[in-house]
């Protein structure tokens, strides 16, 4: 497999995290969003979005949007299962997912923030509140539904790692990078800390991947 990646991506590492903790190898191919790489015709074939992740399986079958590859990678490798058996449950471990990949996320991606600058010439201060808000706002209700779930569980619904730790430890990550502050999600930070210790998490954070900058 290949994975069309960056390093910046919080949908390229949820995907890291679930190839590793399937057991997958698989080649990464760096794809530079910020220098416009996602805008070549090369890789407009695999994505027309022109985003990461893509996980191109075999020259005919090409996965995008990260919550589809994570439920590929599931469902065609089922052990260890990052989902829980009763279907309440799986939903309740989805919502979680959603709260990261679709309420958060989408609003900070650098797309939306270079349009909201160009087009609106949002200053770079006010930037920084924009992200602030929107991650704060969905950190919050991540807090309230883990503490809902299972507030003693070592990971954010119980004992075993799911699909949700794979999305909300990169969103967490990304708090950090933007120095948002994490005291008042003290149950999503201890998840995040104990994903970490997982060398799945770990090894695929931003900091150890080939396009890293050496500046940041």
């Known amino acids: 497999m290949k994975l ?3 390093w910046r991506s919080l949908a390229a590492y949820r995907v890291r995290i679930a190839l590793k903790l399937k ?3 698989f080649d990464t191919i760096t794809t530079d969003l910020l220098s416009g790489d996602q805008f070549s ?3 407009i074939s695999l994505n027309p979005q022109s985003m990461v992740p893509a996980l191109v399986l075999d020259g005919d079958n090409i996965l995008t949007q990260s919550m589809a590859i994570l439920e590929y990678l599931e469902e065609l490798f089922p052990s260890p299962s990052l989902l829980p058996e009763e279907p309440i449950e799986r939903a309740k471990v989805r919502s979680l997912c959603m709260i990261a990949v679709a309420d ?3 609003l900070v991606v650098p797309r939306v923030r270079s349009y909201i600058m160009k087009e609106f010439g949002l200053p770079e201060k006010d930037l920084e509140s924009w992200i602030s808000n929107w991650t704060k706002i969905g950190l919050g209700a991540i807090e309230v539904q883990i503490n809902k779930y299972n507030n003693d569980g070592k990971y954010s619904f119980g004992d075993t790692v799911t699909l949700a ?3 909300i430890v990169p969103q967490v ?3 950090k ?3 948002i502050p994490l005291e008042q999600y003290p149950t999503t930070t201890r998840v995040f800390n104990n994903c970490m210790e997982l060398p ?3 090894e695929s954070r931003p900091q150890v991947q080939p396009d890293f900058p050496d500046d940041v």
């Open 4 to 6: 069309y990646s960056f």
């Open 23 to 25: 057991g997958q190898e």
């Open 41 to 43: 015709q090369e890789f």
């Open 104 to 106: 958060i996320h989408p």
């Open 165 to 167: 730790d794979l999305c």
């Open 173 to 175: 990550g990304a708090a």
């Open 177 to 179: 990078m933007f120095n």
């Open 200 to 202: 799945e998490f770990f």
